[in-house]
């Protein structure tokens, strides 16, 4: 069904696609009748580098180790690919920029500069707007930090996963524990205010006790902002095939759950405030990149496997688009340098499409889903349930004239609660196709059904 919540996943662009499930995503976006959303002249901006010098043992990502020195040609597709997507959004404003992958801080500065250039050329950037680049804590990655602060970058996200260095190994990481710390001390003087750490637990052979004193060390370094994401085993990676063969065990879901709950405390105590399920932040330092994908805003993806949700303006239509870019980066490239883009799949998503992304997305934040556009709706599905009001008998959810939000115990209970929640807005589109099929013929569904592009 769906997995969601703590898994080791870094940018929603490039994987939130993974959360939902077919089934349900489908009956989503064939119901007609509903609004499309307010347009917005106003869009974040995810840009997706694929490449790595290797692979870790526990990832299944969109990420490829380069056969050879394409940089140039990366530059020049990822500015055409930004150029075509701004032109067809007709956004005036980027809000924020976030370079992910892969390991961007293999990137070029200077590529980093011209995709910046690119965008303040065809819509807004101000100087205020977040830039945030994934960096790798290697001691390449950490020389290369100021030049990428010349370039445009204002926000570093800094992957060190773990301060034990036996883990890393295991893990497959290309740097060691010093290596992190120096890298996160680097970018704090840089930065300052404006550097996160991923730090992952439930992690081989870990315990509480180690994880403890780890996160303690950890945060005795760290800058303004922590995400806390929980190793997931993925089919097919090295990790998965060695728990599976018994060379190496991961500690129980019971034993993860007092892990995360541990940790939420031992944060709250240092003056971090969680405002998602996976993050932590002093100072409001918080991820106004990842605010937007929380609060289902506009955002386009760039790049090899990038996800992104807009309205095309530009072919004259009104009503928001999942679309998803080709996900191999040589393919990418031609189909990039063919036809300025290379978008491979598109589904227009109605009012009620986008009622699963809000919910899905929103119940991540401790403030839940408070009453915007879609609340209506949600409200009036939601409300007499018996199944909803099961969850707020038992202290999981709450629903009042706030919005809907998760409690302290049920952030923690969120994939377990959300397959109901789903099923309740299943029933609800179903109820709706009946009555439109009594109803007879429902005319053009351009808007209703899955349209999808081919390269050419």
């Not at 840009?47 to 990420?63: I, T």
């Not at 020195?69 to 005036?92: A, G, W, Y």
């Not at 965008?119 to 290369?144: F, I, Q």
């Not at 990428?148 to 524990?177: E, T």
Request: glycine share 8%.
């Amino acid at each position: 069904m769906l997995r969601t919540c703590l898994t080791a996943v870094r940018s929603p662009a490039v994987c939130v696609g993974r959360c939902f499930s077919s089934e349900v995503s489908g009956a989503v976006s064939t119901l007609a009748g509903f609004s499309c959303p307010p347009f917005s002249t106003e869009a974040s901006l995810y840009v997706h580098w694929p490449y790595c010098l290797k692979r870790c043992s526990y990832c299944n990502f969109n990420k490829y180790i380069p056969r050879s020195d394409n940089q140039d040609v990366m530059l020049e597709c990822l500015q055409r690919e930004t150029e075509t997507l701004l032109k067809l959004s007709q956004v005036s404003r980027i809000t924020s920029v976030f370079f992910g992958g892969g390991t961007p801080s293999l990137a070029r500065p200077s590529t980093i500069a011209a995709v910046l250039e690119t965008v303040a050329r065809h819509a807004g950037l101000s100087e205020e707007a977040e830039v945030t680049l994934e960096v790798n804590p290697t001691p390449v990655g950490s020389s290369k930090l100021e030049d990428f602060l010349h370039a445009g970058v204002n926000r570093f996200s800094i992957g060190v996963q773990s301060l034990r260095d036996d883990d890393l190994k295991v893990l497959g990481r290309d740097h060691n524990s010093q290596h992190a710390l120096q890298t996160v001390v680097e970018a704090r003087r840089l930065c300052p205010g404006r550097v996160s750490v991923d730090v992952m637990f439930g992690r081989p052979g870990q315990c509480v006790a180690s994880w403890e004193l780890e996160l303690d060390e950890l945060l005795s370094v760290c800058d303004d902002h922590v995400s806390l994401y929980q190793l997931t085993l993925e089919r097919g990676t090295q990790l998965f095939r060695q728990v599976q063969k018994g060379q190496l065990s991961v500690p129980s879901d019971d034993i993860t759950a007092v892990m995360y709950d541990s940790a939420r405390r031992i944060l709250q105590k240092r003056g971090y405030l969680q405002y998602e399920v996976s993050n932590f932040a002093r100072n409001g330092a918080i991820s106004q990149h990842n605010m937007s994908y929380w609060k289902a805003s506009q955002y386009l993806g760039v790049g090899p496997g990038a996800h992104g949700r807009f309205v095309p303006r530009g072919e004259g239509d009104v009503c928001r688009e999942a679309r998803t870019q080709t996900l191999e980066p040589d393919v990418w490239l031609r189909e990039v340098q063919q036809r300025s883009h290379g978008t491979r799949r598109r589904i227009p998503l109605t009012h009620l499409g986008l009622l699963e992304e809000v919910l899905v997305m929103g119940l991540r934040l401790i403030d839940g889903i408070t009453h915007q556009s879609s609340w209506a709706d949600l409200y009036q599905i939601l409300s007499s349930s018996s199944e909803v009001q099961d969850l707020q008998q038992t202290g999981l959810l709450i629903l009042d004239d706030r919005g809907l939000r998760c409690s302290w115990q049920g952030l923690a209970l969120l994939d377990s609660m959300l397959p109901t929640l789903l099923l309740l807005l299943e029933a609800y589109i179903t109820q709706g196709l009946q009555e439109q099929q009594a109803r007879g013929p429902i005319g053009d569904q351009r808007h209703g059904g899955q349209r999808v592009s081919k390269p050419g």
